[in-house]
Structures are given as structure tokens and as C-alpha cells.
């Protein structure tokens, strides 16, 4: 069973090995958070990552996974690597030490960002069993892209990464899209964690994958905690 690096939700949660999970919330660092306490819990473990981000700069992604306490630095280009389809929105003007991350040309470069991910695959996957990744997000990808042009993307690139023994955590923003989208993506899908923000209780759940009910959580310098 794959488990996302919260032990009293991991005894819960009976998500598949090589799943593909929808990680659903309202804008916030939540998501973030929880994607990256999945990586972070991975490396632990020295399993092998690959984060692919429309949302975010690689540095940034390292910058507030230290926030939470996880350090990705010492990983990236080891055994983290990334697909960068946001650093183009820069122009290449972000300053700083020179990264070999793999770059895509933006979100609407499709082809592009399937020959990265599969680059990353290639690079950071030994073998086909006990791998991680994080796609943050599928909300840029719809406001890129026709959404059955996505639909198919999501579906063969969810193959393409369970085909290398990888569970991949994609990251959808909630009240963005047409419920039609949102009931496709789960679809997809071999189940979903849904993060809910109610009058400042920060709550979630897996219906589909054996934590029914809402569980509330705090959010700090540790990560998520319940």
C-alpha cells in the first residue's frame, strides 16, 4: 500500500501500490504541503522522486519543503528530480546557482513535458518498483489546454509513470473547474485525498480509499500533523 508520510492516515489509507491519486483543496500551502511531506517521506526511505511542477520554481519547491522541515536540496539531481514547465514564465531572469533541472517550454507544451517526465523517469528510476512523484498541478494544464487534450494526457502519462512502479500524487485546485473535469480527473484515477478549509478548521479525507470521514489537522514547521 502506498503511504503518504502521515503514519495515523497511512493505517487508514489503503491506496494501491503504483496508484495514481487526485489531490483536491482550495488554494493555500496545504496541497503543497502534503505533496511535500510525500516526497520528503520518500527520500527517507531512499525511494526515488521526480516532482514535476507548472506551479513553481524548482528552488522554491526546495525553499518551502525546508519550511516543513524536509530537505530537498542535498537530494535534487541524486535521487529527486525535476520537470521545470514553470521557470519559462521567468524568462530566464530568475538569478542564482546554475540548476540541471529538465526544462519545459510552459504548460501547453505538452510533447514537450511527456519526453521530460520521461527523461526524469529515465534518470532517476533504477527500477520499476517503490518510486514517487508529484505533478503540481493539473489546474494549470486546464487553463492551458483543452480539457480532453489534458484527460488524455493525464491518462497516458498515469500509465506511463505506473508502468515504471511509481505512485504519483497529481494536484487539482478546488471551486476552478467545472464539476464535468473534476468527476473525469477522479475517474482517472485510482482514488483522491480531498482538503477542505472550513471557517479556519483545515479538514480531509479519502472516501474512495478507506478514510471516510473528515479528519481535521494542523499545518506547521513540521508539516501536516494530525
Known sequence: MVGIGIPKLDAQMTFPDNANILLIGPPGDE????AMQYIGNALKKK???????????PM????RASKYGH???SHTGKDLYFVDCYSWT???KKKGKKRDDIQVPGPSALN?????????VQQAFKKPENNKAVFQSLSTLLLYNNPEIVFRFVQITGARLKGAGTSTLFLLESGMH?????????????GFIEIKNEGGRLMLN???NGVSDWIEFKLGKAGIQI
Not at 31 to 34: E, F, Q
Not at 49 to 56: A, E, N, R, S
Not at 60 to 63: A, G, V
Not at 178 to 190: F, N, Q, Y
Open 31 to 34: 496541497k503543497t504541503a502534503l
Open 47 to 57: 525511494q526515488p522522486c521526480v516532482y514535476i511542477t507548472t506551479d513553481l520554481a
Open 178 to 190: 467545472e464539476e464535468k473535469a473534476v468527476t473525469t480527473l477522479k475517474h482517472l484515477m485510482d
Open 90 to 92: 521567468l524568462g530566464n
Open 71 to 73: 530537505v530537498f536540496f
Open 112 to 120: 514537450d513535458m511527456s519526453i521530460g517526465i520521461a527523461q526524469a
Open 60 to 63: 522554491d519547491i526546495e525553499n
Open 206 to 208: 479519502a472516501p474512495q
